[in-house]
């Protein structure tokens, strides 16, 4: 299941590539009225965003091509946008590509007659993008979904075509931490592990012995891992991470599942340190708990998705305890 984490976009700054756009409060709107509008107008927030999701409400009212739709990873030679409208169609997906002296956009994919479209009624859009593949929703039900990979990274906004009066509000922003890679390492800590321990003739024991194998694993594939940082302090105790790694903005947390390991106690307490750790001064955003089940229990899946839905928790990761 893909995570996906809201940007605070208070402080961004909005620019108008064309048409007149205007901001009240929290809600954008596009109007033909008061001046020339361009074939495509975008209005685009300073923040970039590879892999991610943009939602928000949309309205469209009577003119132009009856179109709202999100704009996302838009730079100088062009970008997607998906949403209500355009191409006769009711839902669109669309690329816009800038050529050297004209800007061309295609349908990636349609659904729908202009005619189903409802103006001035409330469309509560979606779209998620990770890598070549592209989905969008309307009030969570997956209308679109396609697959390019002509730009995989640039800005996010909002896009209309010519003489159109669009609103957006309720606009928020989603990405994907960078982990993938890290979780693959960290899921195939059984298989890595096996033959050391075949040789050693023992098992792993605690999470000093966890650490001491995961360290070697993990700096062999990113050479920024701290060991041990000192993170400061929150309230009356000092907070100290098992792993840091910079480059992803993410604090690796180890912990061992015995037979005697309670793990009602067990949650309380990574919910409690998840606080703690990101209270302190720290650049890290991201948490991933990694959990060796030394004792092979069964873990139910409420014991993960509690911790998934804390705010800086980007994955869980429990592996199989390995047996000489």
Known sequence: MTMFREIDLRGSKWLPIAGNWKIRGSTYTHSYEGGATGPFNLFICDR???????EGTIRVFPGGDNSGRLAFRYGPN??????????RAQYVIVKLVRESKRVVSFGLSLTGQESD???NEPYEIRVEFIGDKIILKSSG???LETRDNWFNEGNVGFETFGPTTAE???????????????LQVLESFPYTIKRDLAYNKRELSDEKDVQRVLYMILRSHYS??????ILGKFGLKHYQDDFGIPSLDTIIEVKVIRDNTNLKELQDQLMVDSIGYFKTM??????VYFIYNKANRLVESSFVSALQ????????????GVKV
Do not use: Q
């Open 309 to 320: 839905s804390l705010d800086p928790v980007a994955a869980v990761v429990i592996v199989p």
């Open 168 to 182: 957006f509000s309720n606009y928020k922003v989603f990405e994907v931490p960078p982990i993938s890679h890290l």
């Open 224 to 229: 920024d891992l701290v060991d041990e940082e």
């Open 282 to 287: 720290t650049g890290y955003r991201h948490l």
């Open 117 to 119: 479209i409802k103006h």
């Open 141 to 143: 039900v997956k209308v």
């Open 48 to 54: 970039i965003l590879k892999d991610g999701a943009v």
């Open 78 to 87: 062009g970008c997607y946008y998906a949403g209500v409208g355009g191409y």
